[in-house]
């Protein structure tokens, strides 16, 4: 009931696409869901979160999309571009406490 | 201003030996958390300590030990390692009260 499930495991966008990423939980208690990017040799780097009680947030060309009746969650980059190619870990915790990651989403954007 | 810092960045160590890692939180962070990260898989929960008290632990054998300290940095102790503690070990910091987790840029513990 702890998991994050994440997929897809790898994903090729064309520059210029739309890369989309997926996550699902079980665990109801969950109340903060953020993603992470993270480069080769490189720490995760907070991307933008979300909290249950808001359908969408958007920052720049990155969105998530939130489903609390189906609980998963996703992950939208716009007009994706090679320097977004990355991996990408989705995770959720509650009320501050340990970060319950997805297996992540090994994105390449082809110029 | 300094993100998060942790120290070494790289090791390499005997199975068999002890290894100390070390972290520096943002400034004003008083929550530090600890994370575990093998080669193509999601960073794993190893320890939270928030105002120098253990707030969690993970599914890890008392080998791995942590502690923090009065300016809030902390340290990641592992005794006896064994070949499958290679990885990347991760640290984030984090407000009280703030969910937000910032990670050092981790350092790499090679075990032969």
């Known amino acids: 009931q702890q998991q994050v499930k994440q997929s897809p495991q790898s994903l090729i966008v064309q520059k210029g696409g739309i890369s989309i990423i997926n996550c699902a939980y079980e665990?109801?208690?969950?109340?903060?869901f953020p993603w992470y990017q993270q480069f080769p040799g490189k720490g995760p780097a907070l991307l933008i979160a979300?909290?249950?009680?808001?359908s969408e947030k958007k920052e720049g060309r990155f969105t998530i999309s939130f489903n609390k009746s189906a609980k998963q969650f996703s992950l939208h980059i716009m007009d994706s571009q090679p320097g977004d190619s990355a991996t990408y870990f989705c995770a959720a915790s509650v009320q501050g406490g340990k970060l319950i990651f997805g297996q992540g989403t090994e994105l390449s954007v082809k110029p | 201003d300094a993100g998060v810092t942790q120290s070494p960045t790289h090791l390499i160590k005997t199975r068999g030996q002890h290894v100390t890692l070390r972290c520096s939180p943002i400034s004003g962070h008083k929550s530090v958390s600890w994370y575990q990260q093998v080669l193509g898989q999601g960073p794993q929960f190893i320890f939270q300590?928030?105002?120098?008290?253990?707030?969690g632990r993970g599914n890890f054998p008392d080998r791995f030990s942590a502690r923090q300290f009065p300016n809030y940095s902390s340290e990641l102790n592992v005794n006896a390692l064994l070949l499958g503690d290679s990885a990347l070990y991760l640290c984030a910091s984090s407000l009280p009260a703030n969910t937000e987790a910032f990670f050092g840029q981790g350092t790499r513990l090679t075990v032969v």
């Open positions: 300590y928030y105002e120098k008290e253990e707030r």
């Open positions: 979300i909290r249950p009680d808001v």
């Open positions: 665990n109801t208690a969950f109340d903060y």
